[in-house]
């Protein structure tokens, strides 16, 4: 059995508050990554299409207000 079976196998046998804080804990590391992810795009000018594309939208009058 592999490593990842194991790990599968060992959250299926889970009490249900055990699997609930898993399901958090976990949830809680992909937004991080996520959020990681992000900041590094934008430093890098990865997201930089975004900002010419919303500051073309908005010279255009095509923007509504919030």
């Given amino acids: 059995m592999s490593d990842m079976e ?3 196998s060992s959250i299926e046998s889970l009490p249900k508050e055990d699997f609930a804080r ?5 949830y809680e590391r992909d937004w991080e ?6 900041e590094s795009d ?3 000018g990865k ?6 594309e919303a500051l ?8 509504k207000e919030l």
């Fill in 6 to 8: 194991e790990i599968l």
């Fill in 22 to 26: 898993l399901r958090e804990w976990f």
């Fill in 33 to 38: 990554r996520w959020d990681r992810e992000i």
């Fill in 42 to 44: 934008s430093r890098s």
């Fill in 47 to 52: 997201l930089d299409f975004l900002v010419k």
């Fill in 56 to 63: 073309s939208e908005k010279e255009d009058g095509k923007l």
